[in-house]
């Protein structure tokens, strides 16, 4: 009987490894609902400042991981403002100067018109997977969903964040919680993943709260009012001519 109850321990523990994902094939599942061909969306970005807060309407273009166009639409002060991102690049278009500049070096890092987001978090690549060596921690409950919990370290030096914990939705496959790294293990950003939807054959988060922990203020929200996936998008819409159009 004693062998009989070892035996049928050894065969459940085997039973449940094997069912439970290795870190890499998390990290793919991830990249698949996250990434996509191409997607259009229409949002809006709500910065929360210590005593107001103000919404900044966009509409963006994205094809693949390498291109990306955005346009604000309001409020009026920011309507008409570009953004280009073409592989390492990023250029930006203000109609109150009718300029065009490359944003690079030490300016990647800053504010994007005041939010939580920087423009290095734009230049990101989406593919954790390309980026990160993944391995599985804990387990934990967020918002009533069970989650793996994942600790990813960069591949290579250099990275806006070489540190993440991220918490996974076991089901579903989308992170549902964030904490970005620095190398010496500094807490940077924190991000939190509302409001997942089925759209089409993905789980995507169409609510996201970004918190610079260096920064004052209650965060920014990112809302997709409406999004895309996979539609025709012409190639014209990542040149930099489109920037002054």
Not at 31 to 52: E, F, K, L, Y
Not at 192 to 216: A, G, H, N, Q, Y
Request: glycine residues 4%.
């Amino acid at each position: 009987m004693k062998k009989f109850c070892i035996l049928y321990v050894f065969i459940i523990t085997i039973s449940i490894n094997a069912q439970a994902p290795t870190g890499e094939e998390i990290l793919k599942r991830i990249d698949s609902n996250m990434t996509s061909r191409n997607r259009v969306v229409t949002s809006q970005m709500v910065i929360h400042g210590r005593r107001s807060s103000r919404t900044i309407s966009s509409k963006s273009w994205v094809q693949g991981i390498n291109k990306s166009f955005t346009e604000y639409l309001a409020p009026a002060r920011e309507k008409g403002t570009k953004m280009l991102k073409l592989d390492d690049n990023l250029w930006m278009y203000s109609p109150s100067t009718d300029r065009i500049i490359q944003i690079s070096g030490h300016m990647l890092r800053q504010s994007v018109m005041g939010s939580d987001l920087s423009y290095e978090d734009m230049m990101e690549n989406p593919k954790l997977h390309d980026d990160y060596h993944c391995e599985v921690i804990g387990n934990e409950m967020i918002d009533s969903r069970d989650c793996w919990i994942i600790h990813l370290t960069a591949k290579e030096a250099g990275l806006a964040y070489e540190i993440r914990k991220l918490w996974v939705d076991k089901e579903r496959y989308v992170p549902l919680k964030q904490e970005l790294f620095a190398k010496s293990g500094k807490l940077l950003k924190k991000m939190e993943l509302k409001d997942v939807k089925k759209i089409e054959s993905r789980w995507f988060p169409t609510r996201m709260i970004f918190k610079d922990m260096m920064k004052d203020g209650k965060g920014t929200e990112f809302i997709m009012n409406t999004i895309e996936f996979d539609v025709a998008i012409p190639d014209y819409q990542f040149s930099k001519a489109v920037l002054r159009k």
